[in-house]
Each structure stands twice: as C-alpha cells, then as structure tokens.
C-alpha cells in the first residue's frame, strides 16, 4: 500500500509551507464556523481545503513553486521575528539580556554571577547589574 502510494505521488508537487499555511487557515475557520455556526465559513473551509488538495496533486512544479515563493517572500519579516523571538526566549534560561542605559545596545550577561560592572562594547559605558 506504501509503494502505491509513492507511485501515485511521483511527479506530483507535494506539500509545503503554503499548503502548511492554508491547512492552518482552514483549521482556523472550521473553529470559527463551529463557534459563530456560519454557513459562509463552511465555504471558506471547503474552498481552502481542495485548494490544498490541487496543490498537493500538481504536477506542474513551476507554478506551485512560485506561488510558494511568493508566500514566503511575503511572510519573510514575520518569520525572522517569531525566530529571534524564540531565540530570545531560549536564551534567557542561562543569561540576562540588559540594554546599556546610554546607547540602547542590547547585553547578555551569564545567570548566577551577582552583581557585577557591566560594559558596553558598543559605547563602553559601565554601569552595575545583577545577574
């Protein structure tokens, strides 16, 4: 049964990050048309689905791709964000993150040191935090 399935997708685009996208946004709606009981949500849902499905199903690759690279090039900045963001989170498990009171640069300084003299590398300006 696996086989078969590999055979009927060879050649076929597959999934991506905008179908990933549309899925999400049916999700989204299938909720919202659950809560609010409206008919023009239901329609939006179907929609959005067999869109995904002609995604996934084409063959035509250039056309699917450029339609992906178009997502993504528009949700480019959002991504960055949402990624520095988690970057950030996963940082302040091990240091604190300070901004130098003079030029606003952004400082990390390790967890558990007490207080100690922090100085800027940008303005070299010192000023006393606890970390």
Known sequence: MKERF???MQGRYGVDSFSKFLEGAAL?????SLVFH??????I?????LYVCFRTFSRNYQARYAENRRFLDA???F???FDQQRKLAEERKYHHIYTCPKCRQKIRIPKGK????????K???EFQKRS
Do not use: E, Q, S
Request: include cysteine.
């Open 75 to 77: 949700t480019a900045k």
């Open 6 to 8: 590999y055979r009927f």
């Open 123 to 125: 303005c070299r300006h």
């Open 38 to 43: 409206n008919v023009m949500l239901d329609w």
């Open 45 to 49: 849902v179907w929609i959005l689905l």
């Open 28 to 32: 989204v709606c299938v909720i919202l």
């Open 114 to 121: 007490g207080k100690i003299m922090v100085r800027c590398p």
């Open 79 to 81: 991504r960055y964000w």
